[in-house]
């Protein structure tokens, strides 16, 4: 998996990017084949935003956008929803291999 987190306006410290990156690292307990994870940071008027764009194979990029005051709030709120979007994937393909027409048994009366 490909990580790239990108600063714009703001200073990220090592433990900032630290948190980030092991954040992203818990994503792969879903089993979906994430190819990269691009992490856009800027500093607003009011805030942060932070932007995760995550690309998994064979669906579309998962786009997770947040702002917040504080960047580790931002950050927090930002993996929240990209976890639950991703286990929302995750259950969509689980579900989509299990129901198929060919695997039903048939009853004999």
């Known amino acids: 998996m490909n990580v790239q987190v990108h600063a714009k306006g703001i200073t990220l410290q090592p433990n900032t990017r630290a948190h980030i990156e092991s954040a992203i690292g818990s994503f792969s ?3 979906l084949e994430i190819t990269s994870v691009n992490v856009h940071i800027a500093a607003e008027k009011k805030g942060v935003s932070i932007e995760f ?4 194979a064979h669906a ?7 702002a917040d005051d504080s960047l580790d709030a931002a950050i ?34």
């Not at 579309?60 to 947040?66: A, H, L, N, T």
């Not at 927090?76 to 291999?97: C, F, G, M, Q």
């Open 29 to 31: 307990k879903y089993s």
């Open 53 to 56: 764009d995550i690309h998994v």
């Open 60 to 66: 579309k990029p998962v786009v997770i956008s947040q």
């Open 76 to 109: 927090d709120l930002a993996v929240d929803r990209a976890t639950k979007a991703l286990r929302r994937l995750h259950e969509k393909v689980v579900s989509h291999r299990n129901g198929s027409v060919k695997d039903l048994e048939t009853l004999d009366s």
